[in-house]
């Protein structure tokens, strides 16, 4: 009998989070995101780690 209420908490706790997400996010403007090819080209980061100094 628990696996149902817990199954069904879930989806609901999962569902809330998304209208929430969905309601207070400011939209996703697809023209200035960079093509998927892109990925990785930018700019390299700085300090942190010993590997992006080279």
């Known amino acids: 009998m628990k696996q149902p209420l817990l ?3 879930f989806w609901i706790t999962l569902v809330a989070f998304f209208a929430w ?3 207070y996010s400011a939209p996703v403007d697809l023209r200035s995101e960079p093509p998927i090819i892109a990925l ?3 700019q ?3 300090g942190g780690h010993c ?3 080279f």
């Open 44 to 46: 390299a980061p700085t």
């Open 7 to 9: 199954t069904t908490l």
């Open 51 to 53: 590997a992006s100094t």
């Open 21 to 23: 997400d969905w309601a």
């Open 40 to 42: 990785g080209s930018g």
